[in-house]
């Protein structure tokens, strides 16, 4: 069974910082792996997605995340923090049948606050 | 081009009614899938419907039913609800292997 592990229920950094939200995955199988986040009361949107192309895959807003299999990690990394970057961050892995994304597993979510 | 819309946006229902939530998905997507999300915790995978057929399912008890239509759209209905269904439900449409998340229904059972 797959399975998402993000370390740190909450991070904090200040504004100008390097920004590490760090997500670890269990799978079976080659995995697809995702980052969503979650502005307060609102769906979740995708940042980035690793689908077995490039191990280094850019997302929006300056994020980016480097899957590392011997390591079974997918961290997201963003090298200025900006007050926008508050937020809650998801991790989701899931395996992909052929017909299309299966239902995603999400971890538990790592709260990034900014410091000013 | 609109993303994924649901209905409604806030819902409140006393604990043994049952309840329907509403989705809408993205243009050109034909799969639906459903999370529901408690407050401070990540999402959790109800089900997902794929040619109106309910593809996939997460574990989730039978009170916990859908539908998807022809035109893609979707259902979520949960019967007898009990004080820890409530949630925020969200809905994500996809095609190939990326999912689209809409704003989700809010649900408050007293």
């Known amino acids: 069974a797959q399975s998402v592990t993000q370390l740190g229920s909450h991070v904090s950094v200040s504004e100008g910082a390097l920004v590490l939200l760090r997500c670890n995955y269990s799978?079976?199988?080659?995995?697809?792996l995702f980052w969503y986040v979650q502005y307060p009361n609102q769906g979740l949107q995708l940042l980035l997605k690793y689908t077995s192309a490039a191990t280094l895959v850019k997302g929006i807003n300056g994020f980016e995340a480097e899957f590392k299999k011997s390591e079974t990690s997918f961290h997201l990394t963003k090298p200025s923090a900006h007050m926008s970057d508050a937020a809650e961050y998801f991790c989701?892995?899931?395996?992909?049948?052929?017909?299309?994304?299966?239902?995603?597993?999400f971890g538990k979510g790592t709260h990034l606050i900014i410091q000013p | 081009d609109a993303g994924v819309t649901q209905s409604p946006t806030h819902l409140i229902k006393t604990r043994g009614q049952q309840v329907t939530l509403r989705c809408s998905p993205k243009?050109?997507?034909?799969?639906v899938s459903w999370y529901q999300q408690a407050l401070g915790q990540g999402p959790q995978f109800i089900f997902q419907?794929?040619?109106?057929?309910?593809?996939q399912r997460g574990n989730f008890p039978d009170r916990f039913s859908g539908h998807q239509f022809p035109n893609y759209s979707s259902e979520l209905n949960v019967n007898a609800l009990l004080l820890g269904d409530s949630a925020l439900y969200l809905c994500?449409?996809?095609?190939?292997?990326?999912?689209?998340f809409g704003p989700g229904t809010r649900l408050t059972v007293t």
């Open positions: 243009s050109g997507h034909d799969t």
């Open positions: 419907y794929y040619e109106e057929e309910e593809r």
């Open positions: 989701a892995v899931t395996e992909n049948s052929g017909g299309g994304a299966d239902g995603l597993t």
């Open positions: 994500a449409s996809s095609v190939r292997d990326e999912q689209y």
């Open positions: 799978s079976s199988v080659p995995p697809y």
